[in-house]
C-alpha cells in the first residue's frame, strides 16, 4: 500500500484496506493484561503473533517471556512461580526474568545457549504494559493513565477477545458516528451523526465536538447520578496518543443541577487495542467517572449496559473480519473512505510511517 | 482437464476429477433460496463463493446485493430493510436494488463511489433464481417449474447445507443405482440396479427406463395412496434442462386399482444443487405429487422418509469430500468410470464446455 | 536438516528440530491398531497421512486397504464385510483384500482398472501391524512382542489419539527424566532425574540403570502386590528396537519379601507411535506385569493410574503442537539438547538414516 494513498480522507475516495494484513509496529508500547490478570500462576496470551508467558515472582513482579522452552519447546504458562524463577513444567528447568536458565535439574552444568527472549513490561494504570521489539529502542513511557487509578476517580473496565483484526477496532472507537447506527438501542445516544473536525496535537489524534441540550445516553446517567430523560450539554473529546490506546470523553453539563448536586461530569472512556494472532486482537475497554466510590449496584449497572453495547461492536466485526477471510475477493473489494473516517485515515497514516520506520511496509 | 478425457463415458475408464475444483458457469441460473426464505429480514448466504444479502422490499420485491458494504465492510446482511432501500447496520448508509448508494447519513454529499454489485433474481415455482455472472449474457428464464407452485400438485421440499462439492451432489443424484445400495433400509427399491441408457434431447440429459411390476418405495405409498406392498409398474424418466436442476420422475401404473381409484400417479423428484463455498454446497429438494392437497399427515410422513434417505446422502457425500480435503492424495487419485455413469460424464461435459465459453478451464 | 547436525547429544547445542515435519520412514512394521478394535465392522484409520479401513473376514483374518472407492471415492469403511470382501457403500462395488473389484453389481463386467492399494498387515501381540511403503521390500519381521499375550504375564493397555506429530511422543517416552517433573504428582518417582547413559546394541537403542531403595510408583504397586510405601531395588531397562516402539522395564527387587512372596518382579512398559496426520499421532500403551492373571479391582486401578499420567503427557504435547503449528516462528526456532537426549537424538539419527534410503529427507 502506498502511503499518499491515504493521506487525504477524501469523501468517497476509492481505497485498500492493506491495513488489515497482520501487521503492526513492534516499538511501542501495547497492553499486556489487566493488572489482576498477572499473578504468579502463569498466564499464556498470544501478543504480536507471539506466544508469551506473563507471571509475577513471588516479590509482584511482573514478567513476560517468551512461552516456549528452549530445550524441547514446553510452554512454560504450564509450569509455575518459585520465587524469582519459572520452572518448565517438563523437565523442571528455570529460568530468570531475563530468560536466562538458572538451572536444569537433569545435569550439573547449566548451557549458556538455554535461553528464552524476555520482554519489557511496565505497569500504568489499571494494565501492564509490554515492548515487544527492540529494547534498545525503548524511548518513551507508556501513556500517561494514571487517573485509572486515581482514588477521585471510578474506573470501571473489561475484556474481549475479539476474531478480528486489531486495526477494526482501531477505527471502530475513533468513529463513534456508528453509535447512533449499530447501538441505537444500546448507547440511545442519536445525535452524534456529524463527524468531529480531526487535527493532530503532535504525534496525539484530536477531535472536540459540542452538542446542544439532549438526555444522555443512559449507560452514563447512573454513574453521574443524573436522571435518564434529562436535558444536558455535551462536549466530546478525543484523544489517541498511541496506537495502542485511545480515549473518549463525554464532558457533561447540567445547566440545572439538584440543589448541591454538581453540574459538570466526565466520563473518560478508553479503547486499548492489542493485536493477538493473525485476525484477532484483544480489546480492553475503560469506563471512569470522575466520581469517587461508585457504588456496587451502579458499577455492575453500568458495566452491563457497556458491555450489552461492546457485544454488538464484537458481533459485526467478527462478522466483517469472517467475511475477509473467506471472501476470495478478501481485501480487493476496495473501501470508500467518508468524511466520518478522518481519524481513521490518521490511523493509517501513522501506522504506515512507524512501520516504514522499523523497514516493514503493508 | 482436457474435454477429450470425459467424452466416452467407457467402463472402466480411469478419469481424474478435476470437476471437484470449485469450478462453475456463473453466466446461468442458479437456486438463491426457498421463496419463503426470503423476507425484509435479510438472509445472508454464500452462493458461487460469494458472499450474498437476499432480502425483499416492503412490496415484496427480491433482491439480493453482494453482502459487503463499499464503506467498510459490513455485511448488510446484519442490517435492515426500509421500504425499498436495505440500511448498513454499522453507518446506516442506504442502498437501492441496484446497488447504489441513496444516502449516507453522517454527511451531505453521497458519493458515485459508494456502490455495490447487484445480482438479478427471478422467481419461478417454489424457489428464487439469482444469476451472478454478466447481466448483459443473460439468454434464458430459469428452467420452467410451475408446476411446483400449480394447485393440481402437492409439492414437498426440503433444504441442507452439505458440506461437499456440489458436482459431488450433482453426480449423485444422477445414478440413481446407488438407491438400491445405500438407501437399502429407507427406499427399500431394491430393483433399480440396472443403469438406464442416457440421451441428449438438445442441451437436456435424458433417460427413461422400465420396470416390470413389484412394490413402490414406501417414501411414496402415502402420496399416491398405494398400500405399500402392492405391486405396481414403473417408469422411471429422468430429465437435467441445466446443471441447477435436475427432475426424477417416477410414473406409477397400478394395475389393479380400487374402485374408484386412478391407476397412474406421478412423483416428480427435484434436485437443485447451487454452489456455495469451497467444498461447501446447497441442495434443495422437492418431491411432488400429481395429487391435490395431500393431508398434513401424509405429507409430514413423506418428508420423514426422504428426509432419512437423503440424510445418509449427505452423510456419504461429506465423508468423500473430507477424504478429498483432507488426503494428500486428493483429486490424483483417479476415478474409474462405470456404465452407470452415462449422465455423470454428460454433466462433466456440459460444465467443461460452459466454463470454456466463461474463458475458464477445470 | 544436515544429519551431522544430529550425532552427537552435546549439552547445549543448539539444533533445529526438523524431524516435527510430517517425516517417517514407510518401510517398516507400524502398528495399526489393537487386535480387538479389528472386527467385520470395518474401521477407518489414518495411517502415514493416509486414509485406511481396516477389517476382518469372516474367518477371522485381518485385512487393510486404501479407504477410498476407485470408481467414486466413497469410503469403504462405511460399508460392510461379506465373507471374504468388503462391500462400497455407494454402489455395491465389491473387493478382495488384494484390492482387486471382484464384482460391479450395476453391471456384467468387473473393470480391471478398478483396483485399490492393498497393505500387508500381521497380528503380533496384542496389536495388529500394517506395513505401507514397498510391500517387496518387507525384510522383518514385527518386533518381538509375544510377552503381551503370554499368560504368565497379564498385560493392560489403552488408546490415544494425540494431536502432536509422533516424534514428540517418540521422544517423551525416551526421556524418562520428565517424570520426576511432568507426573510429579500421578507417578510419584522422583528418583529418577539423572538421565542413563544410552548405547545401542545392533539397530536397538537401549540403556540401564539402577536406583537405590525407594518406594515404587504407586502406580504399579498394586499390580506386584507392595504396599505403596516400602523401600525397593529398582533397575530400570529401556530399549527401542525401532521407530514403532520401545520397551521400558521396571525390575524391582523387594529386599525383605513378605513369607511366601517373591522377591523380583517386573513391569514392562510399552510405548508405540504411529502416525497418522499432519499434527497427529496414535499412541498405544502397553503396562504388563510377569504376574499372571491380574485380578479385574487390580487391573482397572493400574488402567485409571497409568491414565490419569498419560493425559499429562497428551496435553503438554498437544500444547506443544499448537505452539509450532500457530507460532509464526514454527520450527525455527532452535531446539538446546542436554544430557538427557541421548535416546531422542539417536532416533533422530535413526529417522534420518530411514529417510536417506528411502530417498527422501527432512
Same mark, same amino acid.
Given at each position: ?6 493521506? @487525504? ?20 508500547? $501495547? ?14 496470551? $498470544? ?25 524441547? $519447546? ?10 524469582? *524463577? ?44 509490554? $515492548? ?25 473496565? #473489561? ?24 447501538? *441505537? ?37 447512573? #454513574? ?21 490506546? @485511545? ?78 477471510s473467506q471472501d476470495p475477493r478478501g481485501?480487493d473489494y ?26 516493514? @511496509?503493508?
Amino acid at each position: 500500500m502506498n502511503v499518499h494513498d491515504v493521506i @487525504s480522507p477524501r469523501n468517497g475516495q476509492r481505497i485498500s484496506n492493506g491495513m488489515l494484513q497482520d501487521n503492526y509496529p513492534r516499538n511501542m508500547w $501495547w497492553v499486556a493484561a489487566h493488572r489482576d490478570e498477572i499473578t504468579e500462576k502463569p498466564l499464556a496470551r $498470544w501478543l504480536l503473533e507471539t506466544p508469551v508467558v506473563l507471571y509475577r515472582l513471588a516479590d509482584g513482579t511482573p514478567a513476560a517471556l517468551y512461552d516456549r522452552c528452549p530445550h524441547r $519447546w514446553a510452554p512454560l504458562s504450564e509450569g509455575h512461580v518459585d520465587g524469582s *524463577k519459572i520452572v518448565c513444567p517438563y523437565h523442571g528447568m528455570e529460568f530468570d526474568t531475563a530468560g536466562n536458565c538458572t538451572k536444569a535439574p537433569t545435569q550439573n552444568m547449566t548451557p549458556d545457549t538455554a535461553q528464552i527472549p524476555s520482554y519489557p513490561v511496565r505497569e500504568a494504570g489499571a494494565f501492564v504494559w509490554i $515492548w515487544m521489539g527492540d529494547p534498545e529502542a525503548i524511548n518513551c513511557d507508556p501513556p500517561d493513565v494514571h487517573y485509572q487509578t486515581d482514588p477521585g476517580w471510578s474506573f470501571l473496565s #473489561g475484556y474481549y477477545q475479539v476474531d478480528a483484526n486489531w486495526v477494526l477496532i482501531r477505527e471502530n472507537v475513533l468513529d463513534l458516528t456508528h453509535i447512533a447506527f449499530l447501538h *441505537k438501542n444500546t448507547f440511545k445516544q442519536d445525535d452524534w451523526v456529524t463527524p468531529p473536525e480531526i487535527y493532530m496535537d503532535g504525534e496525539t489524534v484530536c477531535y472536540e465536538q459540542e452538542f446542544d441540550l439532549a438526555p444522555l445516553s443512559p449507560l452514563f446517567c447512573a #454513574g453521574m447520578g443524573l436522571p435518564e430523560d434529562k436535558p444536558i450539554k455535551r462536549k466530546q473529546i478525543g484523544r489517541m496518543p498511541t496506537l495502542a490506546i @485511545s480515549f473518549s470523553d463525554w464532558n457533561v453539563h447540567d445547566p440545572a443541577p439538584e440543589p448541591d448536586r454538581r453540574s459538570d461530569f466526565v466520563m473518560r472512556g478508553c479503547h486499548i487495542v492489542t493485536p493477538a494472532q493473525r485476525g484477532r486482537a484483544h480489546y480492553f475497554w475503560g469506563a471512569a467517572f470522575d466520581v469517587p466510590g461508585l457504588s456496587h449496584d451502579v458499577a455492575e449497572k453500568t458495566k452491563a449496559g457497556v458491555i450489552a453495547a461492546f457485544d454488538e461492536d464484537k458481533h459485526l466485526l467478527e462478522k466483517i473480519q469472517a467475511q475477509i477471510s473467506q471472501d476470495p475477493r478478501g481485501m480487493d473489494y476496495l473501501e470508500v473512505t467518508l468524511g466520518a473516517d478522518g481519524a481513521g485515515v490518521r490511523v493509517r497514516q501513522i501506522l504506515n510511517k512507524m512501520l516504514a520506520a522499523e523497514g516493514r @511496509s503493508i
